[in-house]
């Protein structure tokens, strides 16, 4: 049994709670057959029943368990670009039969691109850090004024708002976590082939 990526596995949990964790391990596991919405209720239930033999699927608190809301949920799963589906007409009854996969490299995809952009923001924020020293107002605490050396040596280093006296803002601690902030990003693990 194939099991999900533990990022993936918390962005399903968000997307559709802990049955769109299940629906999540049966799409993994059924890659190499069609699969219908009902096929993954039953492959569902048929696990739950192994892992605990006195679970009960008729009671009507089992509200997960039930076909609709595994279609609810493949259809989350479908609108977050993280499933797809065809569909088939059968010929006996006229219904619509619905054959699910998924797309959890889609997923891969999106994250390392989410990483890529916060990264670069990162960087640039810590170019810009590293760069500039700034002069802030000790006695406007709550005013989020920073000048640049060129500023503050326009203004005498005197604050505009209040004629205070500006002084140079120690931003190590800032540099610090950024440079933090950026390895653990480059780090993180966005494989879900793993
Ligand atoms: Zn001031």
Request: glycine share 4%; net charge negative; hydrophobic share 35%.
């Amino acid at each position: 049994m194939k099991e999900l990526n533990p990022l993936l596995r918390s962005f399903l949990y968000i997307i559709g709670g802990d049955i769109a964790i299940e629906v999540g391990i049966e799409l993994l596991n059924s890659e190499e057959e069609d699969i219908t919405d009902e096929g993954i209720t039953e492959n569902i239930k048929a696990r739950l029943k192994g892992e605990n033999p006195d679970m009960s699927f008729e009671d009507n608190t089992e509200e997960f368990l039930k076909l609709n809301t595994v279609r609810k949920t493949l259809y989350k799963l479908y609108s977050g670009k993280l499933a797809q589906f065809r569909r088939i007409r059968d010929k006996s009854t006229g219904w619509f039969i619905y054959y699910w996969w998924h797309e959890f490299d889609l997923f891969e995809e999106i994250l390392m691109e989410k990483r890529r952009l916060m990264e670069s923001k990162l960087r640039d924020r810590l170019k810009f850090e590293e760069n500039n020293y700034f002069f802030v107002c000790k006695d406007c605490q709550d005013s989020n004024n920073k000048f640049n050396f060129d500023r503050a040596f326009e203004l005498n280093f005197r604050c505009p708002d209040c004629g205070g006296q500006l002084e140079a803002q120690d931003n190590k601690d800032l540099i610090h976590f950024l440079k933090k902030k950026i390895v653990l990003i480059e780090n993180l693990d966005l494989s879900i082939s793993s």
